[in-house]
């Protein structure tokens, strides 16, 4: 098909897709000020756009400082959870039509981690917690010669806590994570219940009794945040009651 | 809007108190992940603990609102108690085991529901401690007291 050219700027003029918004992002960088404060930065956006869009335009063409994480860019790699509008989500996978454009969009660091430059987070207590829960296949006797094979329905069993992305967005918005770090967090248990529930898996054992001690299943108060938080659709706290109830039978 | 920013950012007087050399401290969240997570207790306490919550819930719930109705509905409603109804009541073995329970349930429901908060909320070690202590002792005393007075309970004191 032909395309004038004065026909497609007269279309396009007519009906742009762009949008003024306002991105409220909380910055901090502790070698300007000990303090973090807002920053408000006003782009033209296409609301069909994402968040982490949003970011990248600010980055690459108003403040080269403003520091984030991301790797795909494709909500897979869990490195850009960050607080938009009060709500933990990924910024990649969240449009900016969605989140209210009309008013400020805010953006800041997710909560119960230590913030080192402006979304950045240190996430070792994080990996620490989940490496607490050995989240990795734990066997006795000799290794088979093939596959450990497996029913569809043993697969089905745990194959909801398998999407599980380590992006954080369930632990940091979850309200005994903020005031205790010590809590294992929803995160480590979702992957503990992904080998606690896994037929081929003979540790199960060892993870529930990491998961029975003070820090663990135990301090969740089911508040759901996690499940609302988490941008892969895991029912985490469905996961937590379900570690509870192989607690509980298991010693009944 | 950089020349905006920055300005925003530092501090009023124009010098900034930190530079790439002299960083800021970061602000660490609460009782942060220690690098070598603490060995645990090995004990199912917070599972009992879990467990109690949930089972004496539900009896409390027959227990207090039986205890209410009683008390505060049937029977000419609350303008009957008195001493004489008190001790009409405590006089069969049937009342005093209904009350025992619900002193003993709702004293200890209450207290571990309270023994939660104060680990959820109490950030520092010490005063961690010594309000769990308050609690405890608190705890004890009421546990005991309605427990003597319901069973050394006199209905011919004078």
New interface residues.
């Given amino acids: 098909m032909a395309t004038p050219t004065l026909d497609k700027v007269e279309a396009e003029s007519a009906a742009s897709p762009y949008i003024t918004v306002t991105l409220r992002i909380r910055r901090f960088n502790p070698e300007v000020s000990d303090e973090a404060q807002w920053q408000d930065f006003r782009i033209e956006i296409d609301p069909k756009e994402r968040v982490l869009d949003a970011l990248h335009k600010v980055k690459w063409d108003i403040d080269g400082t403003l520091t984030f994480r991301r790797s795909c860019a494709h909500g897979i790699c869990g490195s850009d959870a960050m607080r938009i509008n009060g709500k933990n989500r990924l910024a990649c996978k969240t449009l900016i039509k969605d989140v209210n454009p009309e008013k400020p969009i805010t953006v800041e660091a997710i909560k119960g981690l230590t913030v080192l430059k402006d979304l950045v987070v240190d996430m070792d207590p994080f990996f620490q917690a989940y490496r607490d829960v050995m989240p990795f296949l734990i066997t006795k006797g000799n290794e088979p010669t093939r596959e450990r094979l497996q029913s569809p329905e043993d697969r089905e069993r745990f194959d909801d806590t398998t999407k599980c992305i380590l992006c954080a967005a369930c632990t940091s918005s979850c309200p005994v994570f903020w005031n205790d770090g010590q809590y294992f967090g929803p995160a480590a248990i979702v992957n503990a219940h992904r080998f606690i529930f896994d037929s081929r898996d003979e540790g199960g054992e060892q993870r529930l009794e990491i998961l029975n001690d003070r820090d663990g299943v135990w301090r969740c108060r089911t508040t759901f945040n996690c499940t609302d938080a988490c941008p892969r659709g895991i029912e985490v706290t469905k996961a937590i009651q379900e570690v509870k109830r192989a607690l509980i039978t298991r010693r009944f | 809007?950089?020349t905006e920013?920055s300005a925003?950012?530092?501090?009023v007087e124009g010098v900034?108190?930190?530079?790439?050399d002299n960083?800021?401290?970061?602000?660490?969240?609460?009782?942060?992940?220690?690098?070598k997570?603490?060995k645990?207790?090995?004990t199912?306490f917070?599972?009992y603990?879990?467990?109690f919550m949930r089972l004496s819930g539900i009896v409390l719930v027959v227990l207090v609102l039986g205890h209410l109705l009683i008390q505060l509905v049937l029977d000419g409603g609350v303008s009957k108690i008195g001493f004489a109804f008190v001790a009409g009541r405590w006089a069969s073995p049937f009342w005093q085991l209904w009350d025992l329970g619900m002193l003993w349930l709702a004293m200890l429901h209450g207290a571990n529901g309270l023994r939660t908060v104060i680990?959820?909320?109490a950030?520092r070690e010490n005063t961690r401690f010594w309000l769990k202590m308050l609690l405890y002792t608190a705890t004890v005393f009421t546990v005991l007291l309605g427990t003597l007075v319901i069973f050394t309970f006199d209905p011919n004191i004078r």
């Avoid at chain 2, 925003?8 to 501090?11: M, N, V």
Wanted: hydrophobic content about 30%; cysteine-free.
């Fill in positions: 809007m950089s920013s925003a950012i530092g501090s900034s108190l930190y530079d790439v960083p800021a401290p970061v602000i660490e969240p609460p009782r942060k992940r220690t690098g997570t603490p645990g207790s090995r199912n917070e599972m603990a879990w467990l680990n959820d909320y950030e």
